[in-house]
């Protein structure tokens, strides 16, 4: 603007520009920095999550091979439920780790995919579990007054 000698201002920015100067000089910037450090650390914390799961789960495979079958469907069922209601816990993952290790375990007695399909049926339950219970905890919170003020 200035070579073309269109400028009302010597200033480096046009009104729209200043305006937003102004308006971004009154932000409390040590507030919005630290915000974007907690979201940054809380990115961090998920991804790391959501890696560690899949260790967890490989862990969690080898002590549970000497298990019957039926104590190790009932116990798949609470950690999957409990699995689903964290956040950073990929659920594909949950499904998989249902299908090896139900798999698995079920090779010398039902078989193979007959294992699977348990473990599928198995993982469909506590997925629908976790759901209502997802679903409950918004319902009884919501209606807390103290949830409600935050």
């Known amino acids: 603007r200035r070579w073309r000698g269109t400028a009302t201002t010597t200033s480096r920015q046009t009104e729209v ?63 999957g439920c409990t699995m689903f209601l964290l956040p950073p816990v990929p659920g594909s993952a949950v499904y998989i780790f249902y299908g090896i290790v139900i798999g698995k375990h079920a090779q010398t007695s039902i078989g193979f995919w007959p294992g699977v399909g348990v473990g599928s049926l198995v993982g469909l339950a506590a997925k629908l579990v976790a759901s209502t219970g997802q679903y409950y905890i918004g319902y009884f919170l919501g209606k807390s007054v103290r949830v409600q003020r935050a």
């Open 17 to 79: 520009g200043r305006r937003c100067v102004k308006e971004m000089r009154a932000w409390n910037w040590c507030s919005i920095l630290v915000k974007v450090n907690i979201l940054g650390e809380i990115f961090a914390c998920l991804i790391f999550g959501g890696k560690m799961t899949f260790v967890a789960f490989s862990y969690l495979n080898q002590i549970l091979a000497h298990l019957q079958i039926s104590i190790l469907v009932t116990l798949l069922f609470v950690v």
